[in-house]
């Protein structure tokens, strides 16, 4: 079938996208091309030499086709973390004297990297208010090349004006980036509504399994060329058989994604009416600030939230330990359910006072949903409260 065919679901993409017919040697699972060198062909441009290092290896662009067909974008790039998607994408566009656009809190990562390698590489940054159509005209500088924003933002799981900052982009000829991790293409595709280049940690849950480090890069052959050129000159290639890996995680990621939501809003809802939590940020809900453009623009809602125990860090704390299904890890995506309180894990790159201003308290404590029956999650919770 085609990776682009309108007419299939993304559970059918996830499955069928890329692959070869007929498949190669008859083997419905694609191969690991582990291989560095490739015969030439008379007339290949340097770029275009089949080598890992410039994302061509076979295995490497069988990734990038299915990854674009689930993301509906002409081209994909694999990279070798999800800060080497981010942070090359942003090399890519912006040179010294350039000036970002950045909505919103971010992963800690991304704000640390706009904070400190910014400024040495030139670049100047203005946070805006991503509701704030003004602040945003207010930000624009000559030199202003892109836009940035997260579908979900991390960890208080906000959602931006998006449609607003895609036609912003479009009427100030910007290029708009978007880290569409926390929602993934099951839930939301960004590409729909205008935005020029998409970014994952593939870490996280497209691949879903805990078990490799990666990046992803969506969009036209035009802007995603521009990145490959700086990934190949900077090195961070992805190396074949983690892609392998990703990409059979990428074949049940509506399957896990899908149960993943249903979990996170029942486990959301469970703890909004519970007199022990004092504050629930889930845009599934009705009382989240964003839950009316959340169930107007996407499928779903995603599996991560964040919430306030009543009592601070004492109780957050003792939250933690009490629980006995979810691990107590910084990461999330994963069929596990994962705990962790990001003052001191995601977001401890930023001062005390950055994350205030942003909302992020110290006895924040985010949460990924895995794939576990949510009966027993919100049982698990039940007992960790005292109930």
């Known amino acids: 079938m085609s990776e682009h065919d309108a007419a299939a679901a993304i559970d059918t993409l996830a499955v069928h996208a890329a692959e070869p017919r007929p498949a190669h040697g008859g083997s419905v699972v694609h191969p690991i091309y582990q291989g560095t060198v490739f015969e030439t062909v008379p007339g290949q441009a340097y770029d275009e030499l089949q080598y890992i290092r410039l994302n061509t290896n076979p295995s490497q662009e069988y990734l990038h086709r299915k990854l674009a067909a689930l993301e509906g974008a002409e081209t994909a790039l694999a990279t070798a973390s999800g800060m080497a998607a981010i942070t090359t994408t942003l090399l890519a566009t912006l040179g010294a004297g350039d000036h970002l656009i950045a909505a919103g809190a971010f992963y800690g990562g991304t704000h ?13 940054v203005d946070f805006v208010d991503p509701e704030d159509r003004d602040a945003w005209t207010e930000a624009l500088q000559p030199r202003t090349k892109a836009f940035l924003v997260e579908t979900i933002s991390n960890p208080l799981a906000r959602v931006a004006d998006l ?178 309180r990001p003052a001191i894990t995601s977001h401890a790159g930023m001062s005390p006072e950055e994350r205030a201003a942003e909302g992020i308290h110290d006895d924040l404590i985010r949460f990924s949903t895995g794939i576990e029956a949510a009966d027993d999650l919100i049982a698990d919770f039940r007992r960790a409260l005292g109930d």
Request: proline fraction near 5%; glycine fraction near 10%.
């Open 112 to 124: 640390h990297f706009l904070t400190e390698q910014a400024p040495r590489l030139g670049w100047t």
């Open 163 to 340: 449609e607003g900052i895609a036609a912003f982009s479009r009427e100030h000829r910007l290029t708009s980036i978007i880290d569409n991790t926390f929602a993934t293409p099951v839930v939301f595709r960004p590409h729909s509504i205008g935005f020029d280049l998409v970014c994952h940690s593939a870490t996280k849950a497209l691949n879903g399994h805990s078990d490799l480090v990666a990046g992803v890069v969506t969009g036209s052959a035009e802007h995603v060329g521009a990145v490959r050129h700086v990934l190949n000159l900077y090195g961070g290639s992805l190396d074949p058989h983690a892609g392998f890996l990703l990409a059979r995680g990428l074949k049940t990621l509506a399957l896990r994604v899908r149960q993943q939501g249903a979990n996170a809003l029942a486990l959301a809802r469970f703890l909004e009416g519970h007199n022990a939590i004092a504050q629930v940020n889930h845009p599934g809900l009705d009382t989240h600030p964003d839950h009316a453009r959340a169930t107007a623009l996407f499928d779903g809602y995603g599996s991560v939230f964040s919430f306030r125990p009543a009592g601070g860090v004492p109780a957050a704390e003792a939250l933690l330990k009490a629980l006995s299904l979810p691990y107590v890890a910084p990461s999330l995506g994963g069929v596990e359910s994962l705990i962790t």
